[in-house]
């Protein structure tokens, strides 16, 4: 049954370092509440109380905007395969834009990625884990290469070109904190 907890311990971590997709979950005071999968090599464990996710570029930046405003975070990770296990993160969280000076600090954490947005630093608040007897099993056949072709052909200037376009914004109108002038 589930349980709580205020830090990571040694088994959350493994069972985080093995998953090969999360999900991450925020709202903004009034509007559209965002979910999302992600994937790919982009989530490390700093210590038992943080972690690390680089986002890379999408049709949308809802997590920073919502970040921007709140800071509320959900990160939920499920076994898909072995012993059925849901858990989620909970916490509060500060995106590191390419302009910000932390940005070299954290992003050497992450294999270089085409498309690279930002790094969303989770201060975790709170951990439940619950059984997870309910999600089916998955068999994990690849990493899609799409999106990571898809920047890579954009360049540094398509992409900027990109996030101004779609992703200085939220659905709800608010400012993503993209861009330095925002």
Same mark, same amino acid.
């Given at each position: 049954?589930?349980?709580?907890?205020?830090?990571?311990?040694?088994?959350?971590?493994?069972?985080?370092? %093995?998953?090969?997709?999360?999900?991450? !979950?925020? !709202?903004?005071?009034?509007?559209? /509440?965002?979910?999302? #999968?992600?994937?790919?090599?982009?989530?490390?464990?700093?210590?038992?109380?943080?972690?690390?996710?680089?986002?890379?570029?999408?049709?949308?930046?809802?997590?920073?905007? %919502?970040?921007?405003?709140?800071?509320?975070?959900?990160?939920?990770?499920? !076994?898909?395969?072995?012993?059925?296990?849901?858990?989620?993160?909970?916490?509060?969280?500060?995106?590191? %834009?390419?302009?910000?000076?932390?940005?070299?600090?954290?992003?050497? +954490?992450?294999? #270089?990625?085409?498309?690279?947005?930002?790094?969303?630093?989770?201060? /975790?608040?709170? /951990?439940?884990?619950?059984?997870?007897?309910?999600?089916?099993?998955?068999?994990?056949?690849?990493?899609?290469?799409?999106?990571?072709?898809?920047?890579?052909?954009?360049?540094?200037?398509?992409?900027? !070109?990109?996030?101004?376009?779609?992703?200085?914004?939220? +659905?709800?109108?608010?400012?993503?904190?993209?861009?330095?002038?925002?």
């Amino acid at each position: 049954m589930g349980q709580l907890s205020s830090h990571l311990s040694a088994a959350n971590v493994a069972f985080i370092q %093995h998953q090969q997709i999360f999900f991450v !979950a925020t !709202a903004p005071e009034s509007g559209h /509440i965002n979910l999302s #999968p992600k994937g790919m090599d982009t989530l490390r464990v700093l210590d038992p109380q943080r972690v690390a996710w680089l986002n890379l570029t999408g049709s949308g930046n809802e997590t920073a905007a %919502h970040v921007l405003e709140n800071g509320r975070i959900t990160l939920m990770f499920c !076994a898909f395969e072995g012993k059925p296990l849901i858990l989620r993160l909970y916490g509060t969280a500060r995106a590191i %834009h390419r302009h910000d000076p932390e940005w070299n600090t954290f992003i050497g +954490l992450f294999p #270089p990625l085409p498309g690279a947005r930002q790094i969303f630093l989770v201060e /975790i608040e709170g /951990i439940q884990s619950s059984c997870g007897m309910g999600v089916p099993l998955y068999q994990h056949v690849g990493d899609r290469d799409q999106l990571l072709e898809w920047a890579d052909k954009k360049g540094a200037q398509g992409l900027s !070109a990109y996030w101004q376009q779609k992703n200085t914004a939220s +659905l709800d109108g608010n400012p993503t904190g993209i861009f330095p002038t925002e």
